[in-house]
């Protein structure tokens, strides 16, 4: 039976503190990894303010940690360089064209670059898959940690968000003209799982043509829509030949490069949430909350 969702966030709230207290926030062995998405004042499940950016960006550099590119990121991964403790990656889903105006200029103050996930079928228009999936994306956060209130509040904000403009081809040249990277998020964000095998690898080709088109460069690394993925589309990932794969959650398996964790990010979250995603102490609350849903 599983617990009001109130109580869950407080049981879950308290483990917390006492892992981080029993590792004394020892940093992650390996470099950690954000997932944003949109920047904005919605205060929806998949938003951040400037202001709660700027006050995580603050946490992470007060705490001596410094920002990767994807290619320093892959060569950690790849090759077994010796990583620093104090190192993450920070990936921002979708393309939004809130990247460019919100929160680029924030993550240049702080010295961070970032990763952007685009959706190349859609450059330069609007996030119409949030009318399109509504009712699958809905299933898929009954599983989350929101109240039933906070449920029927992202809801509505589904018409909202579709209409969210996404980053122009000539934006995405010019964050890359800015340090950041941009990589892709499918051709046309859709559940890849609910996808043939035909259809994936034919999004994929299309997405990956896109952007070596419109970027100029190789483009082979993948963020798989809502995080999704299982043992079918990885390998197609593969064979399409991406070299990494990011997922939407932060489990304990690790070292998977078709299934690299990611620590999901919202407005919720407040210092203390930040500082614990920083320290070793979430692998180990990621296993405990495994075995009590049964999964680990």
Not at 81 to 93: G, K, N, P
Not at 260 to 275: E, Q, S, W
Request: hydrophobic fraction near 40%; proline fraction near 3%.
């Amino acid at each position: 039976m599983r617990l009001p969702t109130t109580l869950r966030r407080m049981a879950s709230r308290a483990l917390k503190r006492t892992l981080h207290v029993a590792t004394r926030g020892r940093p992650s062995s390996s470099p950690r990894v954000f997932a944003y998405h949109s920047v904005d004042d919605s205060g929806s499940f998949i938003s951040v303010s400037a202001a709660e950016l700027r006050m995580h960006l603050t946490v992470m550099r007060d705490a001596g940690f410094r920002g990767l590119t994807m290619a320093e990121f892959l060569e950690r991964l790849e090759n077994g360089v010796e990583a620093s403790q104090r190192e993450l990656l920070l990936t921002f889903d979708d393309g939004y064209e809130n990247f460019l105006t919100h929160a680029a200029p924030v993550l240049a103050e702080f010295g961070f670059p970032a990763t952007v996930f685009v959706v190349t079928d859609l450059m330069g228009s609007t996030a119409c898959w949030f009318d399109r999936d509504c009712e699958a994306a809905e299933r898929f956060l009954e599983g989350s940690f929101l109240s039933r209130d906070e449920l029927a509040q992202n809801r509505g904000l589904w018409s909202q968000f579709a209409k969210y403009r996404l980053l122009s081809w000539e934006q995405a040249r010019e964050l890359e003209r800015s340090g950041f990277d941009v990589h892709a998020h499918t051709a046309a964000h859709q559940f890849l799982t609910h996808l043939s095998e035909h259809d994936r690898q034919a999004d994929f080709a299309r997405s990956r043509r896109a952007l070596e088109d419109g970027i100029g460069r190789p483009a082979d690394v993948l963020c798989y829509p809502y995080g999704v993925c299982d043992d079918a589309v990885v390998r197609d990932t593969r064979t399409a030949g991406f070299r990494a794969g990011f997922v939407a959650d932060f489990g304990t398996k690790a070292g998977d490069p078709y299934r690299i964790p990611r620590v999901p990010v919202n407005g919720m979250l407040d210092a203390f949430d930040i500082r614990f995603a920083l320290s070793a102490a979430l692998e180990m609350h990621a296993a405990v909350e495994n075995r009590v849903d049964g999964t680990g």
